[in-house]
């Protein structure tokens, strides 16, 4: 019976290590994507000046964005 307790101690432990690495993994991702956003961020008002209207819109609907003018136009 002691023997049964502590298979199940050390298969806890190695599946606590092991979801502990996955957090840090996802964390180490996240952080990547919010500094790769960032920097994306940063460059589309330049690359959106020399765009068409036509794409302008599309790059606005892949994003998700939505333009709304102001009641000064």
Known sequence: ?????EGAHELAEAE???LSTR???VEGLEKARDGLLEHLA????DGL?????EVRNRVYRML??????TSEG
């Open 23 to 25: 957090v840090s993994r």
């Open 64 to 69: 998700r964005l939505q333009v709304v003018p």
């Open 1 to 5: 019976m002691l023997e049964g307790a």
């Open 49 to 53: 000046d020399g765009l068409t209207g």
């Open 16 to 18: 606590l290590e092991t």
């Open 42 to 45: 940063g460059l589309v008002p």
